[in-house]
């Protein structure tokens, strides 16, 4: 008789960071649909106010009469402002991941790997959590094996 083994349908959300972060490392909880549904919120939440404080940028470049690349004193400020942006972003983004993985791992330990893991990971992330693959195995019916059409 099949049988359905929920333990067994997706491998555990293990994650290290150990190469970049000493001791980094754990499982992370399994996200309830509450945790699942505030992540997207949160993440809409931050697209849609970087796209406001891009065109506040925008704006007040077009205003100055600036595109933004100039030397002088208020165009050094408008480049600071957009570091600073681009770091609050960073940060919210590792937050809003870290709260979906219930704090394993944590904002600090996201954002002490270098960018080109960390968007490895949030995308590991993100499909693990919304788009896993079922593990073989997760049923416990008998696999019948089937003669290869090539063997006649």
């Not at 067994?8 to 960071?17: C, G, K, S, Y």
């Not at 993100?126 to 019948?144: C, H, I, S």
Request: aromatic share 6%; charged share 30%.
């Amino acid at each position: 008789m099949a049988t359905f083994d929920a333990a067994a349908i997706v491998e555990p959300l293990n994650w290290t960071f150990a190469a970049f972060v000493p001791g980094a490392e754990g499982c992370i909880t399994e996200p309830d649909d509450k945790q699942i549904a505030r992540f997207w919120a949160d993440l809409r939440k931050l697209t849609a106010d970087t796209a406001r404080h891009a065109e506040e940028l925008s704006r007040a470049h077009a205003d100055a009469g600036t595109d933004g690349g100039d030397e002088d004193q208020d165009g050094e400020s408008a480049d600071e402002d957009d570091v600073e942006a681009a770091v609050e972003l960073h940060r919210r983004t590792a937050e809003i991941y870290s709260a979906l993985c219930s704090g394993s791992p944590s904002e600090k330990e996201i954002l002490s790997l270098p960018m080109r893991i960390r968007i490895p990971f949030y995308t590991w992330l993100r499909k693990e959590v919304m788009d896993p693959e079922a593990v073989a195995g997760g049923g416990k019916a008998q696999v019948a094996n089937l003669r290869s059409v090539a063997a006649g």
